[in-house]
């Protein structure tokens, strides 16, 4: 019981483990974002739940990211370390992307992009640093709501991520070379097409944000789930009442030229919820689908607000799962 909320869910799965990240504040009725994970195991007929704990909590007093951590992202690879304590370094399996926040009254709440690293996904998660961000901005909205996929299963990461400043709110791409955490090196960043992409009424969606991703090597496909434009005008107004699943060419992501086909959109009525939003995927450690002809998109879920109280629609943030087939 008591006021929680949960949403932006990402999981992995292997050899029947499902391990489970979202965002959720972890002391009833305080809106601080945590990231939280929970390990779920297959019993033959169904998953049986773990217990849920928390994975990342906000950063120390005066860092980049002391107000809010979430919007999880894990990818498998191989990430050279040396923590604080440490007298040499260690080559970690998993890395964390999340979105941090720093203090809101204090600060301004400019949302960046940072990364941990541990040896196993039950943790513990050690920040890279807890002085700067992976991905900086500096004023608007900012950047984050990463997803990232392995280009190699060792240190080269496909990173995705939301950007939002004084020249619109998008979707942006860079290759980040990050075996070495202590000297990561990013490629200048560009804007994912958008080409393809559809409103509810099915005219072109021009704006592309807050999606997640999955590479399909069968098809060589990225699959996306994002929030479908418009968000509705109703008490919660910044959040999507569907999402869209659409795929390109993995090819066209380093163009820039290339064009989505819209599969489908998971709709408020399919899920018997007044919203639908911040998606992702369950998927390989390196960030692959898991079978062929088949996505794994997980969802987060709401309700409206009571009268105009945003909190009343806030405890009603939960997360489910879902699968599409392909032909």
């Not at 979202?22 to 809106?31: D, L, P, Q």
């Not at 090196?185 to 944000?209: F, K």
Request: charged letters at 20%; proline letters at 7%.
């Amino acid at each position: 019981m008591g006021d929680y909320y949960r949403y932006a869910p990402t999981a992995i799965e292997e050899n029947g483990v499902r391990t489970w990240f979202w965002c959720a504040n972890w002391a009833s009725g305080v809106v601080t974002d945590h990231i939280v994970m929970r390990v779920d195991t297959w019993n033959g007929s169904g998953w049986t739940a773990g217990a849920e704990k928390v994975a990342l909590a906000p950063g120390p007093p005066g860092a980049w990211d002391d107000r809010h951590v979430c919007d999880p992202e894990v990818v498998a690879g191989e990430f050279r370390y040396t923590a604080p304590g440490q007298s040499a370094p260690t080559i970690y399996r998993y890395a964390l992307f999340y979105l941090g926040a720093n203090d809101e009254a204090g600060s301004g709440g400019v949302n960046q992009v940072g990364w941990a690293l541990a040896e196993s996904l039950d943790g513990p998660w050690i920040r890279v640093s807890t002085d700067a961000p992976l991905v900086a901005a500096t004023a608007w909205w900012g950047a984050g709501q990463p997803s990232a996929v392995s280009l190699d299963g060792k240190g080269d990461v496909l990173l995705f991520y939301t950007r939002g400043d004084a020249q619109g709110t998008r979707t942006m791409r860079r290759r980040a070379s990050l075996g070495d955490a202590h000297a990561p090196v990013l490629e200048a960043e560009s804007e994912v097409p958008v080409a393809g992409l559809e409103r509810l009424d099915g005219s072109p969606d021009p704006d592309n944000h807050g999606g997640a991703v999955v590479y399909d090597p069968a098809r060589d496909l990225l699959w996306l789930v994002r929030g479908v434009h418009p968000f509705p005008a109703s008490c919660p107004d910044f959040i999507s009442e569907a999402l869209q699943v659409a795929s390109i060419p993995a090819p066209a992501i380093w163009t820039g030229s290339g064009r989505w086909t819209v599969h489908a959109n998971i709709t408020r009525s399919m899920a018997g919820t007044d919203r639908v939003f911040d998606g992702g995927f369950v998927r390989t450690p390196t960030g692959q689908t898991l079978v062929a002809n088949t996505i794994a998109p997980v969802l987060s879920v709401a309700q409206e607000c009571a009268g105009n109280d945003f909190a009343s629609s806030l405890w009603t943030y939960r997360t489910h799962d879902a699968s599409v087939y392909l032909h």
